[in-house]
């Protein structure tokens, strides 16, 4: 039955081209413009590490002093640690894994003397980072743990720069000349982009990911700068780096992964014996002095990484929809009331007004079936304009297999929902007024 009803709906389609085609056009527009919001949305706010969400913690400590606060949060906890915090909750053995995390950059001078010198983001991390994070390495692996205590100049590239410069190769054990220092490549990762940045919002939340990784130690060694933001509260005279590695000022991050929630809780323990021990020596005298753990996705809604406005966007795009479906219910109803005659003959031949009704709502569907289909197209039309725009949104601008077949229910929902009127309004039919004038 179902073949017949869709061998009479292509049927009437043809009869129909100009109106259908307006129905189409109309249902396509108001998907179109209503899935590109909502893909923008979707992929902002999408879980960037599902498997690891809840297990990934960042950490904050309260460090202001007696009458100084944080405005710019919400909680008002400083987004980042001093130097001497850093380094001191390093030692904790609790978490199953742990990460000082700093944004940096270089200048790298290729071995060619014809390649002009370049700069390139950079990351100082300790060697857990890319297992917390689940990092795919392409090349080699990670440097190993003791590095992080006793530093080497060993670097971990991605795979873009690795092409740049070794033209792909596996150049594991090569040498790669960052300003005026020579790190030895131990790994090369895949292609890794997650977006939202999850694991430095404090930067940007969809700037690209780095293409170099170096051990954290090697800080105060090279006295490698931070990229990021260098925030303080007191008055300090920092003249030299190690006036800023013994400061105040926060420029540091950390993250730990705590698998489940005793050992989140003996690590809050942990922390609060240390937070004991820095007021002894005069430090954490603020009154709210604490420590704060926000899993990936607390924290992704701590630095609002989907803002309050895209709600609005959504809202007024799905307003957009509905107009273009309150114009496709008149077109709808134009098209049927031409086919009334038709209507009233098969009502006198014995076809019911169940019948009637499946069959108009069986047209619908395939009219919005093609609308989603048109609508997908404008969809990824825009998201091409929004790349273009937005450049830093180049990864967010993709549908997924989801939000294909979410864009195609939507259509096939608002066409039936449109069509229900009509559809009834036909199936009402008087067969005899028609069979007087047949």
């Not at 009479?8 to 590109?36: C, D, E, F, H, Q």
């Not at 800080?219 to 007191?234: Q, R, T, Y």
């Not at 992964?257 to 002894?280: D, M, R, T, V």
Request: one cysteine or more; charged letters at 15%.
């Amino acid at each position: 039955m179902l073949s017949y009803y869709l061998k009479l709906s292509w049927l009437s389609i043809k009869r129909t081209p100009i109106l259908t085609s307006l129905m189409i056009v109309a249902i396509g527009l108001g998907i179109g413009v209503s899935m590109t919001v909502l893909t923008v949305n979707y992929m902002m706010d999408k879980d960037p590490i599902p498997e690891k969400s809840h297990q990934l913690y960042h950490v904050q400590l309260y460090t202001y002093g007696k009458g100084h606060s944080n405005s710019n949060t919400e909680d008002q906890f400083p987004v980042q640690l001093t130097y001497p915090d850093a380094m001191n909750i390093h030692h904790s053995n609790v978490p199953l894994r742990k990460t000082r995390s700093l944004s940096t950059g270089f200048s790298v001078i290729p071995e060619s003397a014809d390649s002009p010198p370049f700069i390139e983001s950079a990351r100082a991390i300790d060697h857990q980072f890319f297992d917390m994070f689940k990092v795919p390495f392409l090349f080699g692996a990670t440097w190993d743990a003791e590095i992080d205590q006793s530093p080497r100049e060993v670097v971990v590239i991605n795979t873009e720069l690795n092409d740049q410069l070794f033209n792909g190769e596996n150049s594991v054990g090569r040498t790669l000349n960052l300003g005026t220092v020579s790190y030895t490549i131990v790994g090369v990762i895949s292609s890794w982009q997650p977006a939202p940045k999850f694991y430095d919002l404090n930067n940007g939340n969809f700037n690209d990911s780095e293409s170099i990784f170096i051990p954290f130690s090697l800080l105060p060694i090279h006295e490698i700068p931070s990229w990021g933001n260098n925030n303080g509260w007191k008055n300090e005279n920092v003249n030299s780096y190690q006036d800023k590695l013994a400061s105040e000022i926060m420029w540091n991050q950390y993250w730990v992964e705590l698998p489940n929630e005793e050992i989140k809780f003996a690590y809050l323990q942990w922390i609060e014996g240390y937070i004991s021990e820095q007021q002894k020596i005069g430090r954490f005298q603020h009154e709210k002095a604490g420590v704060s753990l926000k899993n990936v996705v607390q924290w992704m809604k701590t630095n609002q990484v989907v803002p309050s406005d895209n709600s609005i966007l959504v809202g007024l795009s799905f307003m957009f929809l509905a107009v273009c479906m309150i114009n496709t219910i008149g077109l709808l109803l134009a098209k049927f009331l031409q086919r009334a005659p038709e209507v009233g003959v098969r009502r006198a031949l014995g076809a019911s007004r169940s019948q009637i009704f499946i069959q108009h709502l069986v047209d619908v569907s395939l009219i919005g079936v093609l609308g989603g289909l048109l609508g997908l197209a404008l969809g990824q039309l825009g998201l091409l304009g929004v790349k273009t725009l937005y450049t830093s949104y180049s990864q967010l601008v993709h549908m997924d297999l989801t939000l294909i077949v979410l864009a195609i229910a939507i259509a096939l929902g608002a066409s039936i929902t449109a069509g229900m009127y009509p559809a009834w309004l036909i199936c009402r039919t008087n067969p005899s007024v028609y069979l007087k004038i047949q």
